[in-house]
């Protein structure tokens, strides 16, 4: 099949959820003998077209400001894609639901992730939750078939637009060992004795609730690292550089290298995961992959993926504390965790059954 996926920053990237997905998906379907296009927002070395790991990268024009960034991509990757000979198009983002009319007008199927709550993100002002609102009712109305990556998502999706998604969850990988190494050595983080928080600096991944419960426990505070960054500006970030300048916590802004972030998840005595509005979360499943001994914040979300209430707490950073304080004195729980985490991963979210998934359903869109 010739397939066409669009809406992501492009391929190969790691910065979210829609990147992850990408850089696993697009050459896995290549893999399979597939002709895959991935449109991009930045050029590769100066190209607009080129081919990475079997698959071909098609930057397109756009805006690159917080604000415009995704529609404007989505806008001039459409209208290219309208105009190609697709036999399906993976579309990514329910902002990119406005320009679903086009390709249903020329006759392209296209299967929509849905992703999370985008109109209840904290980042986003009125306006910007008034758009996502309305690119999710003409995502419901135009796509040829929607992908949830949570059963809790699929279940929001038809009570509030009569729709039913498909449920495919995101894929990890099961890492069996991942010693400290010299990175972790060089950065002076002690194994299995600190405190972990991936995310986002934005409101609803609750970076600052793991702050608080860190300032509750005062001189019981584990040491403690951040890696995530703001593409905004983020109130966050000042109290960060404070607490950093204090000795308080090491942050270490967005990590690209996998290979760190893996050793630092495999190496933490607790992870801390906020996230409150997406579904299935990426970053989650690595770090349950990785063997991170995990707490995540009480959501329909997480509590899918994790199955054991005494790995999930409210949003009161008094309890949070608490369940640090007990977690890093318990060897022997971490220890529990960390098999329970990996062995989670291993049965319900292998990434080459999450591919299969995918080609599944664009398979049948495309009357394959």
């Given at each position: ?268 005595a607790v992870y801390f995961h906020g996230h409150s509005v997406g579904g299935t979360n990426p970053a989650l499943l690595q770090a349950l992959g990785a063997g991170a001994p995990v ?74």
């Amino acid at each position: 099949m010739n397939i066409a996926i669009l809406g992501s920053r492009g391929f190969p990237s790691t910065y979210g959820g829609y990147e992850t997905l990408v850089r696993h998906l697009a050459p896995w379907l290549a893999a399979q003998d597939h002709d895959v296009t991935v449109y991009c927002r930045t050029r590769g070395e100066g190209r607009r077209e080129w081919m990475t790991e079997g698959v071909r990268c098609l930057a397109t024009a756009g805006l690159n400001t917080t604000a415009l960034s995704t529609l404007s991509h989505g806008a001039t990757a459409t209208i290219d894609a309208a105009r190609q000979n697709y036999d399906a198009v993976l579309v990514l983002n329910i902002a990119n639901g406005f320009f679903l009319p086009l390709l249903k007008m020329r006759g392209v199927p296209t299967a929509v992730n849905t992703d999370g709550l985008e109109w209840e993100r904290g980042k986003w002002g009125q306006a910007a939750r008034a758009v996502f609102r309305l690119g999710a009712t003409m995502t419901a109305r135009h796509a040829t078939e929607l992908i949830a990556d949570s059963k809790a998502i699929a279940e929001i999706w038809q009570t509030r637009f009569n729709v039913e998604p498909t449920y495919v969850p995101y894929g990890a990988e099961v890492v069996r060992s991942v010693e400290g190494g010299d990175d972790l050595t060089r950065l002076k983080i002690s194994p299995d004795r600190y405190l972990l928080v991936v995310a986002r600096l934005i409101p609803e991944n609750n970076v600052e609730l793991a702050l608080d419960a860190i300032d509750h426990l005062a001189d019981e505070a584990p040491p403690t690292v951040v890696v995530g960054s703001a593409n905004f500006a983020s109130p966050i970030e000042t109290r960060l550089r404070r607490l950093q300048v204090q000795g308080k916590l090491k942050w270490l802004g967005h990590v690209n290298d996998q290979i760190l972030l893996s050793r630092l998840w495999s190496n933490a005595a607790v992870y801390f995961h906020g996230h409150s509005v997406g579904g299935t979360n990426p970053a989650l499943l690595q770090a349950l992959g990785a063997g991170a001994p995990v707490i995540a914040l009480d959501t329909p979300f997480n509590r899918e993926v994790i199955r054991d209430p005494v790995q999930l707490v409210p949003r009161d950073a008094h309890k949070l504390a608490e369940r640090i304080r007990s977690l890093i004195a318990s060897e022997s729980d971490r220890a529990r965790l960390r098999t329970h985490g990996q062995q989670l991963v291993a049965e319900r979210y292998q990434w080459d059954v999450v591919c299969a998934q995918y080609l599944e359903v664009l398979r049948r869109i495309a009357g394959h």
